[in-house]
């Protein structure tokens, strides 16, 4: 008998309208990330301290079919972030396989995982949100700690892989990280790559 597939998850937030993703979603949070970005806004979800529960995609559908009636009359559905959803990338899958084609489904990503979890994705996600930080790979590296060579490389595959329409990239503005010229630059390189969906905004600090 094989293991049932099962994931981390650290919070489920109903009835979001038009925050991630189209429509009514749910928004559901896995613990485990790749990164350590110094204003992460959400540093419990990679905490060896925090709380979660551990789920397989029959319970998690369970608990957010409830809203299904919302999600179907608005086109919307789950998104799933943390963390890092790409990190249980068959967990997605078998949920797709549960919920059917009907409900939209979006990962929030920093695509920094490796390839294939994105290909498996990229299977069931409707809309990827990637948060490419910077693509300046001296500051991308000082705000999170890792390259982001893995992350473009896999940006230039996602995109040969289902092209412009599905991907959303959003680039911050990283108070004492980068600067306006920096996310010009970033934004540029993207659009060059054929990037057509770009969100622009600033992350907030304490200090801002
Ligand atoms: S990718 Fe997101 S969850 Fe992970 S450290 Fe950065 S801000 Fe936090």
Redesign the pocket.
Known sequence: MSTPIKAPIVACSRLRMLTDGQGITTLVCFHG?????K?????F??SPDTKYLTLTPEELYAMVRIDALYYLATGGGVTFG???PLLYPEFLQEFRKICGSAWHLCAET?L?VPWDHVQTAAAYIDKFYI?C?DTNPVIYKSY?GKDNAQMLDNLRRLLALIGPERIVIRLPLIPDFNTDDDRQASKTLLAEMGIEHFDLFTYRTNSN
Do not use: A
Request: charged fraction near 20%; glycine fraction near 10%; aromatic fraction near 10%.
């Open positions: 990330c790749p990164l350590r970005c204003w992460c806004i959400n540093p979800s990679f943390g963390g890092e920093s920094n948060d930080k999170t």
